[in-house]
């Protein structure tokens, strides 16, 4: 019996690694065990996603919210005793969360081989630290399961061996196929009173974009405009809300009726809320592939992306936050000659069962 050990941590983590318990039942040589770190739980941020999909972990480290080193430095410690008792054939490692590295590095030093889901994406960014993680740990793993034909291509100019890579599509598109029936099922359209196709979906949280008075103000000015038009759902977080009021902007929000801030929210009814949007506003990574995957118009308000399938193909493209140019493109949309977008090579809901074949004939067959 063949010992495997995933590693997730936040909701983005959670969200591609569903359907792995299922598929694995096809190998009854192969022993899956899943665990979180704790890097995002609170019932509203993880919970819930658990609940929904059916999924629970086998292994919680339940790390205390701190800075980056201390909560890295905790996910190691515990994470070594899991492994220790454990003692898994391999690793995988999902992401490129602060979760996703503190793994790898502990699986590096107790001599475990690593697979790297979602592997060789690059934004060539590095002041975003979800790039350092990307490139350490793909600089440690010993196999990689690329999502997209950028991933292929960077890990080979990087001089990686071009036989551990395994071009295999994309996890996080598992998940939205095999619970197509419970996201038509949400009522989130109903509940909110909009109508499909017209309204504008907003996910906005980065840093630079929300944590200075200047980029909330011109937030606030393009929510007025666009308020004017259509009605906007804005999955808001705490942190942002706290930075509104502080700068004496938050009944502004709060009080426009055309502007729904929901907080933190369940998998399905979000995935509802994308695939029915006339377009979706978004600073987020994830996202530019679930709009791809539906072909709504996304425009992501970020100068690099490490998911560049989405707009070279797909249905995303990336803008600066320049409230003129954001207005002419939803222009462009609105009349017909935004870019249609196609979905990408392998995108198709069959990924988990391409990976765990590689693990079972290439990886434990050696």
Known sequence: MKKLLIIVGTRPNFIKVTQFKKEVENYPNIELMILHTGQHY??????????QFGLAPDFFLNIDPATANNQMANI??????????????????????????????????????????????RSRNRAMPEEINRLLTDEISDYFFVTEKSGLENLIAEGKNPERIHFVGNTMIDTMVAFEDNIMASDVIEKHELDKGDFILMT????ANVDSKEGLVKLQSLIIELTKKYKIVFPIHPRTLSRLDSFGMGDTFKNNPNLTLTGPMDYFSFQKLVKYA?????DS????????????PCLTLRTTTERPSTIEIGSNELISFDNELILSKIHNIENGTFKKGIVPELWDGNTTKRILKVINQDIFGE
């Open 285 to 296: 990574g994830g996202i530019q592939e679930e709009t791809t995957f539906r072909k709504v």
């Open 42 to 51: 609170d019932k509203k941020m993880s919970g819930v996603f658990f609940e």
């Open 76 to 121: 190691m410690l515990k994470l070594e005793d899991v492994v220790s008792d454990y003692k898994p054939d391999l690793m995988i490692v999902v992401g490129d969360v602060n979760s996703t590295f503190a793994a790898a590095l502990t699986a590096n030093k107790m001599d475990i081989r690593i697979a790297h889901l979602e592997s060789g994406l």
């Open 204 to 207: 906005i949280h980065r840093p």
């Open 278 to 282: 006339k377009l979706v506003l978004t």
